[in-house]
């Protein structure tokens, strides 16, 4: 059933990353009260208001809303516990890990017609938008939408004993940043002695890798 649920959401014409998200959120065991869709809804609406139509005042507006005014940030104090991976408790809490904080941003600025996108930089998870005639802007909604530089970039890349590649600053897919959710997760579970878990999220993976192969295959 979770995998189907995730395979349907990747199998979208436009696979949105709160269905994606939410899919991988059945997991949890004591799921957050309330409708994150709607949290959701509430919170791109204020930004699109706050932005009034421009992509730069709309990119300062979704900042000051996620960090400044509600205070999204990463999890330092629990940062391996399973619940810093789903959407709900993260969206509750206003913590969780780098991935799911850069989603919530990422569905806050889709609501809001913003052009933000997700970078799966080796070992952190960032979002970042374009600027004319083609700079980059990146942020790290774990460090309070703090702005990174080129060598912030590089030294990321560096801790992962990577080096920082054109490839890693292109847009990273719904099935890149679901498989990735699902490699924390299986990381927190078997670190917990959680086989019964790490069973499912074994599943939930092979579903994201079923959803890939269709759309090669379409």
């Known amino acids: 059933m979770r995998a189907a649920a995730l395979e349907a959401a990747l199998a979208e014409a436009a696979p949105r990353l709160d269905h994606v998200a939410l899919a991988i959120a059945t997991l949890d065991d004591e799921p957050a009260a309330g409708d994150p869709l709607a949290t959701l809804d509430e919170w791109g609406a204020e930004v699109a208001r706050r932005g009034g139509g421009s992509a730069y005042a709309g990119m300062d507006a979704l900042e000051g809303l996620l960090a400044r005014q509600l205070g999204f940030a990463g999890d330092r104090d629990d940062y391996d516990h399973p619940h810093n991976s789903f959407l709900p408790r993260v969206v509750a809490r206003r913590r969780g890990l780098p991935i799911v904080l850069a989603v919530v941003y990422l569905e806050v600025a889709r609501r809001a017609a913003l052009p933000l996108f ?28 703090r702005v990174l530089t080129a060598g912030d970039l590089d030294a990321i890349a560096s801790r992962a004993g990577a080096t920082l590649t054109p490839a890693m600053l292109a847009p990273a897919t719904p099935a890149v940043i679901a498989a990735r959710m699902l490699r924390n997760l299986a990381s927190s579970y078997r670190r917990r002695g959680r086989a019964d878990k ?16 269709a759309a090669t295959l379409n």
């Not at 070992?123 to 970042?128: E, L, P, T």
């Not at 790490?198 to 192969?213: I, N």
């Open 118 to 145: 997700g970078l799966a930089l080796p070992g952190h998870f960032v979002v970042g938008y374009r600027l004319p005639p083609g700079g980059l802007v990146v942020i790290d909604p774990f460090e309070h939408a």
């Open 198 to 213: 790490l069973a499912e999220v074994v599943a939930l993976a092979a579903a994201v890798e079923r959803a890939g192969r």
